[in-house]
């Protein structure tokens, strides 16, 4: 017995000599970054009246327009696109998440639409702007992000297509952030109309050379259940969703949705409409890859722009001031010259010293 118990206590320091420990890693990195919590900026664009408030109030379960006022049609004509930002800190099982909404009120309700994303553009290189020069700064640690990961682009559902403005704007914003596509108020059309509709825009988006969102490839490694939710989500794109804030009951159960005299539509039911899988895309499986974009894609390019512009003004013009201190070679001034000049003189006149005490010496030596 003695014997079987000495084998199995070597086994056992065996095993832990085998053992480092990093294999913990995952865990630690999950404890931390749990601890810290975590931050998404979303942007939602398109007309009034779209349910993009309500879109974003059903997709994260808050109320991010407690205090919203409604502009009339008189108000709306004369409205330029202003930017406006709300901030919330949800919390899920212990999971913190300080998201925030960003809206263009506004946006395509003038008569005269000319260059109206260009308000969403100047926000978006200036979060960009202001990220650059805290990452340049001296408090690395605290660096707050609030650039853009995503952006949900409502598209009428009463069009046959893509308008005019839906092109420019999806193309001026393709560079700087994942814009996401989105078909609102689905419950406007029949199945077969949300069918010819999502390959319009799919065609028109390859056709005119839009840069949308696009979902990364599964692993090889990833379960089945995994890859066919991939693919059911890159199948459904763009989403066609409904939005609501109303609890209703259907089949004896409390469900968001709509209540029509012909029936209700579901908010979470797939067969009704897609939020579900935006959803699921935008939460649970692609929010990291989102922000993944948005850092080493996105930001990246504008920073490389910015220091090739930098470099290009301080080459042309060697006053121009750099965030980044560079070094010159110091060329001595007249007074360190002087100073210098003196020291030589004191070593030659030391060395003419002590040439003579060593004639001085070999003389007295003979």
């Known amino acids: 017995v003695s014997a079987s118990n000495r084998r199995t206590g070597q086994r056992i320091r065996s095993t832990e000599k085998e053992y480092v420990g990093f294999a913990t890693l995952p865990n630690q990195v999950h404890r931390k970054s749990v601890k810290k919590g975590f931050d998404f900026t979303l942007m939602v664009a398109g007309e009034s009246g779209l349910g993009k408030s309500t879109l974003v109030n059903s997709l994260f379960l808050t109320d991010l327009h407690k205090d919203r006022k409604l502009l009339n049609a008189e108000e709306r004509i004369s409205q330029t696109v202003e930017i406006t930002k709300h901030t919330v800190d949800i919390e899920e099982k212990g999971v913190k998440l300080k998201l925030t909404i960003v809206d263009t009120p506004?946006?395509?309700d003038a008569v005269n639409n000319t260059e109206c994303w260009r308000p969403v553009t100047d926000y978006i290189n200036l979060q960009f702007e202001q990220y650059f020069r805290d990452e340049s700064?001296?408090?690395?640690?605290n660096i707050q992000d609030n650039r853009?990961?995503?952006?949900?682009?409502f598209i009428p559902p009463f069009g046959h297509g893509l308008r005019p403005v839906d092109i420019e704007f999806m193309k001026a914003l393709q560079d700087k952030v994942n814009v996401v596509p989105l078909i609102a108020k689905a419950d406007?059309?029949?199945?077969?109309e949300i069918k010819k509709l999502k390959e319009r825009l799919r065609e028109e988006i390859d056709k005119y050379g839009i840069k949308i969102y696009q979902f990364p490839d599964c692993d090889s490694d990833e379960d089945e259940e995994f890859k066919q939710q991939d693919k059911e989500l890159k199948e459904s794109t763009p989403f066609a969703v409904i939005g609501s804030n109303t609890v209703v009951e259907a089949r004896g159960q409390r469900v968001r949705g709509r209540?029509?005299?012909?029936?209700?539509v579901e908010v979470e039911n797939p067969s009704h409409c897609d939020f579900v899988k935006l959803r699921t895309m935008?939460?649970?499986?692609h929010m990291h890859d989102?922000?993944?974009?948005t850092s080493d894609g996105h930001y990246e390019n504008y920073r490389a722009q910015c220091i090739q512009t930098m470099t290009s003004k301080m080459n042309a013009d060697k006053r121009v001031e750099s965030p980044i201190p560079i070094l010159p070679l110091s060329t001595p001034d007249v007074e360190t010259e002087k100073l210098i000049k003196m020291k030589?003189?004191?070593?030659?006149r030391m060395q003419q010293m002590l040439q003579k005490m060593q004639q001085q010496m070999h003389e007295q030596d003979l």
């Open 344 to 348: 030589d003189e004191e070593l030659r």
């Open 137 to 141: 700064g001296l408090n690395r640690k």
């Open 188 to 192: 406007c059309l029949t199945p077969t």
């Open 106 to 108: 506004g946006f395509g």
């Open 282 to 285: 935008l939460i649970r499986t």
């Open 290 to 293: 989102l922000k993944d974009i």
């Open 148 to 153: 853009v990961h995503c952006c949900l682009y």
């Open 259 to 264: 209540l029509y005299p012909w029936g209700i």
